[in-house]
């Protein structure tokens, strides 16, 4: 194996484009592993960890950029060093960020070009970002905050400068936001309506959003906060605000806040604040079965009922029971044989389908906080759930939202385990995401399905489309493709997870005649 790297000192370039860059010189023939990175102290220990370090990488500084790969031979390396560097030299809004047209060296000279401009998109290594982040705030702008690995401290400071200048600070690692019909980030083309959201979860809204879409709801804004809004350190500065800017808006009729369990001090907070919107308010707070009895503030169980719920809201009609804790068993399933292997891109959708599985099956393990700890989250265990867009997988790779490689990787090993009689996975569509994964994932279904058969063995792939139709990759059409290919397709995340829950227990029979309904 060679590993060869190339530095370019003091040359920036933001991680959006370097992940797209990173998975064009991933895809080179011959190439195991590629990393585009600036030489930050934390992108060194990622790269140390994926067996990427060299003395070169080691010599750079935090401004240089590294591009390293990993290849079968010299000249598949030397090649894709070229290839790199031919995507690093094309104009930024030639392909590898089709959002931006124009290029500047500073945030001034951008509010210059477009003084309209209230929103600043950061995405920068994280060393850097809250300069950045500091700077737009300063200049009136509300902040998209792209970027990890921003301190805690840091945020703090910078969402209490935020509140007190009437700004956002949506993040840091904020991946979706969808504000007056503009999506941000990994978003999805929704229709705009009177529901707003408010989450520290990403593909959670993702969900939400896409489900409303598809019962007949609308979008009027949402915002991501960051996943440590809600924690003691920040009190949930920003999801405060952003429910403050919801409950201004004549359009919003209804809000939905998503995510984890919040610090109990402030749930008090959030719920004080919701009490008294004076709009039905849908809390969604994944692993909580707490109740509250306050008026016109709905509970929801799963990011299915939070959208149901809202869509029913929206319309000014009274929820019915079916709408309520509608698709979380309570039961433990008899189970019958076989083991689950659950392949996530999206955290939130693993974690609500952990906690389902949980509920339905008993034990099982993952890299989640909520699971059973595995002792190596790249080993799979009895029933496993997996997160792999979490650190330890994107080490030296696009996010799997982005680049199916890896996770087909680890979807070929756990097919060929015997054991194994359930695959759940997630395909996330929509601005950002991949696009066409019906293409990546059709072949390694079939044959999948086409050996177990003809071994008489029983596998089922078990998929939940995170979409819509106006999605760039077209929802229905990236179903019909699963489906021919014999995926069992459901409607949501969490029925995704139930049917799995099933299908350990009975087997496919009667199950997938209802599935194929759908």
Known sequence: MIIKALVKPAYYQDSVALMWISRRVHACAGVHKAAV???????????????????????????????VVSAETEEAAAGALREAEQWLAK?????????????????????????????????????????ESLKALKNG???????????????????????????????????????????????????????????????????????????GGGISHAFGTGSRDLSMGVGGITTLDALEILARDEQTKVV???????????????????????????????????????????????????ARLAVVLERGEAPGTDTVEGSVPTLSLDITGGYLRGLFSGGTLAEEALLILRA????????????????????????????????????????????????????????????????????????????????ELVPPISEAIKEARRTNRDLNIVLNVVGTDADPQDYTAQVTRLKTAGALVAPTNAQAALMAAKLLSSGRGKLELEVNKQ
């Open 360 to 439: 339905c099956i008993g034990r099982v393990y993952s890299n989640l906080p909520e699971g059973e700890t595995l002792a190596d989250p790249n080993f799979s265990k009895e029933n496993t759930i997996v997160d792999m867009g979490s650190d330890e997988f994107t080490v030296g790779r696009p996010h799997p939202m982005i680049d199916f490689s890896y996770r087909l990787e680890r979807f070929q090993r756990e097919v060929a385990d015997p054991r194994v009689s359930v695959i759940l996975m997630d395909v996330v569509l929509g601005f950002g995401s991949h696009p066409d994964p019906a293409a």
């Open 37 to 67: 990175m600036m030489a930050t102290p934390q992108n060194k220990d990622i790269m140390r960890e994926a067996g990427l370090f060299t003395e070169a990488v080691a010599r750079a500084g935090p401004g240089d950029m590294v591009i």
């Open 141 to 215: 702008l509300h902040v998209f905050l792209f970027s990890d690995n921003v301190s805690l401290e840091d945020e703090i400071q910078l969402k209490r400068l935020a509140h007190q200048r009437g700004l956002l600070l949506m993040g840091p690692d904020c991946g979706t936001a969808f504000i007056g019909g503009v999506p941000l980030g990994f978003a999805n083309a929704v229709r705009r309506g009177g529901i707003g959201i408010v989450g520290a979860s990403g593909t959670g809204m993702q969900e939400i959003m896409c489900l409303v879409d598809r019962w």
């Open 91 to 131: 104009p930024v809004g030639e392909e590898k960020n089709s959002t931006t047209s124009s290029q500047y060296r500073h945030l001034a000279a951008g509010i210059r070009s477009l003084p309209g401009a209230d929103v600043a998109v950061i995405s920068v290594p994280g060393v850097y970002a809250a300069a």
């Open 256 to 306: 939905v806040l998503v995510s984890k369990p919040p610090a109990p001090q402030v749930a008090e907070k959030i719920l004080r604040r919701v009490g008294g919107m004076g709009k039905p308010v849908v809390l969604c707070l994944l692993g909580n079965n707490n109740t509250t009895s306050r008026r016109g503030v709905y509970m929801a169980r799963t990011l299915e009922d939070a």
